[in-house]
Nanobody
Framework: QVQLVESGGGLVQAGGSLTLSCAAS????????MGWYRQAPGKQRELVAT?????GTNYADSVKERFTIDKGQNTVDLHMTSLKPEDTGVYYC???????????WGQGIQVTVSS
């Protein structure tokens, strides 16, 4: 069984910074893609940033130049700077083993940015 455990969320003022961390535990796979999604109240879950095995990254337009994703062995971090109230939401860690494989999700962690 795979578990993705997120940490680092919380309340921050606009303009501040937070780092989210995610660690995979249980059965260890070589993950092809790891990343972060978020869901704001009343909205659908959306991609924030992903990083693939070779190190390539993908960011939502709304977070480019502000967020940075990096990974270790079965860990992935999201460094968030210049936070805005619209970044508020539940952030979910994500991992998969490649196209067409079963995706893994964390339980989610709250990030609240006050204006």
């Amino acid at each position: 069984q795979v578990q993705l455990v997120e940490s680092g969320g919380g309340l921050v003022q606009a303009g501040g910074s937070l780092t989210l961390s995610c660690a995979a535990s249980g059965i260890m796979f070589r993950y092809n893609t790891m990343g972060w999604y978020r869901q704001a109240p009343g909205k659908q879950r959306e991609l924030v940033a992903t990083i693939v095995l070779g190190g390539g990254t993908n960011y939502a337009d709304s977070v480019k130049e502000r967020f940075t994703i990096d990974k270790g062995q079965n860990t992935v971090d999201l460094h968030m700077t210049s936070l805005k109230p619209e970044d508020t939401g539940v952030y979910y860690c994500y991992a998969d083993r490649g196209a067409g494989t079963y995706p893994f999700w964390g339980q989610g962690i709250q990030v609240t940015v006050s204006s």
